[in-house]
């Protein structure tokens, strides 16, 4: 692997990962319109950075982001040291239903996942536990090496880990960037505190902070993205920043996630900026700039709520509902 890219251990006996990710909701999601793209080159020039963390869900595109990771990685050649993350859905809400969840992941991907994330929370009348215990057991059985949880605000994660009796989640992927703070005011410090590896989604505001101004796909019903697009003291932070180190405005917001501890899982469909949102890994902000971002985004720990809680409407949906609907779209 080049030299440049760091690593971090993924929670307390999570694999080895690079600080960066990469998010394949992109490819084979429906809103990307890129259903049977070739992810190829986004993965080798991934790969030749030296990032090893792919993250993928079995909603996105109803398998076939799955499907087009699994080819994608064999075509590029990829080793031993990647780590596949990706998700079961969270209307599977039983044991049963949990761990055809995970068969399933493992079939269309052509490997053995080595992060298995509930996506979300069980609606909120229906056991907790079943599902985090289903994935300890999909763990023990060598259906995945690791699992984590996703989208779980503070007082649920809690009672979760209570939940876990003989494998303990190595991580929580959560909504996170410089437009969306809410987990910093308590879901982060309770993740630094119980070990869990925080990954964060949407790390560029679904290319806001890159400094899109025109919305892409699914970023046009994103409150977020019109926030960050249109907010000049933001955008103006970021500017200075990429100027003065040479960078992006895409590398700065990256950076400036690592400066927190999190691990950005940025999306693409283009190679070249995979090579881009990798090299974000060898930026250390200075002292001032970071001073500057953190002021710049103050108003955003409280802007979308104190707490975290973007899927909280999947707590109120029955999951017949949730499944009906996402098949009907044929995923997300
Ligand atoms: N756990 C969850 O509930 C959850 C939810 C959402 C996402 N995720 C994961 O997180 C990953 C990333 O999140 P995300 O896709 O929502 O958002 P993101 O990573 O914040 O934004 C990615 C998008 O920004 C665009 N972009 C980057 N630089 C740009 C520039 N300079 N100008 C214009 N557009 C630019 C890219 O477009 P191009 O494709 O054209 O390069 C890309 O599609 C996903 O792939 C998925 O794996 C998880």
Redesign the pocket.
């Known amino acids: 692997m080049p030299e440049g890219l760091r690593y971090t251990t993924l929670g307390r006996r999570g694999p080895r990962v690079s600080v960066v990710g990469?998010?394949?909701?992109?490819a084979g999601?429906r809103m990307?319109r890129?259903r049977g793209a070739d992810f190829t080159g986004v993965v080798a020039a991934a790969l030749e950075e030296g990032v090893n963390f792919f993250?993928?869900?079995e909603v996105?595109g109803w398998g076939r982001?799955e499907e087009a990771l699994g080819e994608a990685l064999k075509r590029a050649g990829a080793g031993d040291g990647v780590v596949v993350a990706s998700?079961v859905a969270g209307f599977r809400v039983t044991r049963g239903l949990v761990l055809r969840g995970v068969e399933g992941v493992n079939r269309r991907l052509g490997r053995t996942v080595d992060l298995i994330?509930l996506?979300?929370p069980p609606p909120a009348w229906a056991p907790l536990c079943a599902p985090v215990r289903a994935l300890e057991e999909a763990v023990l059985k060598g259906l995945a090496h690791h699992y984590g949880l996703?989208?779980f605000p503070e007082g649920l994660l809690e009672r979760a880990l209570e939940c876990a009796r003989r494998v303990e989640p190595v991580s929580n992927?959560?909504?996170y960037?410089l437009a969306y703070r809410a987990p910093e005011n308590r879901l982060k410090p309770a993740m630094e505190e119980r070990g869990l590896a925080l990954?964060?989604?949407?790390?560029?505001?679904?290319?806001?902070?890159?400094?899109?101004s025109k919305p892409?796909d699914?970023?046009q019903w994103d409150r977020v993205f019109k926030a960050a697009a249109k907010d000049r003291e933001l955008q103006e932070a970021l500017a200075d920043a990429a100027g003065k180190l040479g960078a992006?405005?895409?590398q700065v917001a990256l950076a400036w996630l690592i400066s927190k501890g999190a691990i950005?899982?940025?999306?693409?469909?283009?190679p070249w900026?995979a090579r881009?949102y990798a090299r974000a890994a060898d930026i250390n902000l200075p002292g001032d700039t970071l001073a500057r971002l953190d002021e710049a985004s103050e108003k955003y720990k409280t802007r979308w709520g104190t707490s975290y809680n973007?899927?909280r409407f999947m707590r109120y949906t029955p999951c017949t509902l949730q499944y009906i609907i996402l098949k009907a779209l044929g995923g997300i």
């Not at 990469?22 to 992109?26: N, T």
């Open positions: 990469l998010g394949f909701w992109q999601g990307w890129s993250d993928t869900a996105y982001s998700k994330q996506h979300w996703s989208n992927q959560v909504q960037s990954i964060a989604w949407s790390p560029l505001a679904r290319g806001a902070l890159a400094g899109a892409g699914p970023a992006t405005k895409a950005p899982i940025p999306g693409t469909r283009k900026r881009e973007p899927l």
